[in-house]
Every structure is written in C-alpha cells, then in structure tokens.
C-alpha cells in the first residue's frame, strides 16, 4: 500500500466494496503486454499507462486517474541542463523508452537533430542516461521526480545527481492515465464509478498530495 497507484488502486477497491486483503497483485514484467490485444490476467492494470487511440483498439480504458506533462531528464554535469527551449534540445542525444507516448512526443515534437535512441524501457533509458549514451531521456514529469530523486541520488552528498531540465505544456497535450481492462470488460463502469467516488470525496486529491505534488516548480520549454 505504498506509492500513488497503489494507494489509488486500494482506494478504487474500497469504494467498490472490497478490503485491501481481498486485492490480489500479479507481476507484469513487460510493459507492452499491458496493452497488447488478447485476454488479460488482471481485472485492471495500472501503471501509468496513457490512454491513446491506438492502444484503445485492443483494451478498455477507465476514465482519467492522473493527467502528466512529458519531461526531459538529465545528469546535472551535462551542458543539456542550460536549455530553456525545444529548439535548443535539438542538437542534443535525446532517448525515451519505446513504445511509449514519452518516445511519440520525442520523435513527433522535439524531433532532435542529434541522435535519437529508441530505449527498450524505462530502465535502459536510465542505464544510458547514467552511462553518457545520451544527454537526456523524455519521460512523465512523475517518472522524473522519481529516477531524480530515488534513483539518481548521490549517497555522499544527499543531493541529486540528475536534473529535470523542465517540463512540455501547451500546446502539447499531457499524458491523460487510464485503468486498462480486457476490450469491452464491463467492469470499467464499476471502476470508473469508483473513481468518480474518490475524486468526489477528496481521497483522490490526499493521495495526489501525499505522492505526487511535491510543491516544486518545473519551468516549461516551448
């Protein structure tokens, strides 16, 4: 019962009616087969997991749960840390895990002029980061928070090795977070019911505050 989306899964399950012994997790160790067509052996699944329309061909979505901006993380040593535009990310080696919306906004938005590194996950995308394969990695403004701060700290000094070098705003559209279920699984009206519950009662909000809003201010690129 730690972090935000299983905090939110325990609070979707308790306004459905059930207990946090009644909720049983399985391993999903390939982000891909999440959305990938075909029978599912969870109920739903969350894992920051963007809604788009491509990947709502194969599986059934819920409403919204969280919305992100896309970020750009770096090492703090890097000269990518003095960028203040999209247009001045350009020239530099740029990655982001594939088959990801971060990758998409990578490819489709920023379109680097540098080299361009289609990562195989979010992981590798931290190994090159960390291994000056690249200069800076594209994912969500949460995921950032996190390899800055968890994965990325320095143990001597206590302070952060990494950067985010700032978040993308309109008119880029954030990453809107959905519940996955099986394609037509009926049970998303009952799970968006109970969304709708905890938005409404504040249990939403106090997770958001607990887990993710953390107060600080990311300059946006445009």
């Given at each position: 019962?730690?972090?935000?989306?299983?905090?939110?899964?325990?609070?979707?399950?308790?306004?459905?009616?059930?207990t946090?012994?009644?909720v049983?997790?399985?391993?999903?160790?390939?982000?891909?087969?999440?959305?990938?067509?075909?029978?599912?052996p969870?109920?739903f699944?969350?894992?920051?997991?963007?809604?788009?329309?491509?990947?709502a061909?194969?599986?059934?979505?819920?409403?919204?749960?969280?919305?992100?901006?896309?970020?750009i993380?770096?090492?703090?040593?890097?000269?990518?840390?003095?960028?203040?535009?999209?247009?001045?990310?350009?020239?530099?080696?740029?990655?982001?895990?594939?088959?990801?919306?971060?990758?998409?906004?990578?490819?489709?938005?920023?379109?680097?002029?540098?080299?361009?590194?289609?990562?195989?996950?979010?992981?590798?995308?931290?190994?090159?980061?960390?291994?000056?394969?690249?200069?800076?990695?594209?994912?969500?403004?949460?995921?950032?928070?996190f390899m800055?701060?968890?994965?990325?700290?320095?143990f001597?000094?206590?302070?952060?090795?990494?950067?985010?070098?700032?978040?993308?705003?309109?008119?880029?559209?954030?990453?809107?977070?959905?519940a996955?279920?099986?394609?037509?699984?009926?049970?998303?009206?009952?799970?968006?019911?109970?969304?709708?519950?905890?938005?409404?009662?504040?249990?939403h909000?106090?997770?958001?505050?607990?887990?993710?809003?953390?107060?600080?201010e990311?300059?946006?690129l445009?």
């Amino acid at each position: 019962m730690e972090g935000f989306e299983g905090a939110v899964a325990y609070a979707i399950a308790d306004a459905m009616g059930f207990t946090p012994d009644q909720v049983d997790w399985i391993a999903n160790p390939v982000f891909e087969q999440a959305f990938a067509p075909g029978e599912k052996p969870f109920d739903f699944h969350m894992a920051q997991i963007s809604i788009t329309e491509e990947r709502a061909q194969a599986v059934t979505f819920s409403e919204p749960y969280f919305d992100s901006n896309q970020a750009i993380l770096a090492l703090t040593t890097n000269d990518i840390t003095s960028a203040t535009s999209i247009e001045e990310l350009k020239p530099f080696r740029l990655g982001a895990a594939a088959d990801t919306t971060s990758f998409t906004f990578l490819e489709t938005v920023i379109q680097p002029t540098g080299e361009l590194r289609n990562l195989p996950d979010n992981t590798a995308a931290l190994a090159a980061l960390q291994g000056d394969t690249v200069d800076g990695i594209v994912v969500d403004l949460s995921t950032a928070f996190f390899m800055r701060d968890a994965q990325l700290e320095n143990f001597d000094t206590e302070e952060p090795e990494g950067t985010i070098v700032g978040q993308f705003g309109p008119p880029a559209e954030p990453d809107h977070v959905g519940a996955v279920l099986d394609l037509g699984n009926p049970l998303v009206d009952c799970v968006n019911q109970a969304l709708a519950a905890i938005k409404a009662d504040g249990t939403h909000e106090a997770i958001l505050d607990e887990w993710i809003n953390t107060g600080e201010e990311i300059p946006f690129l445009e």
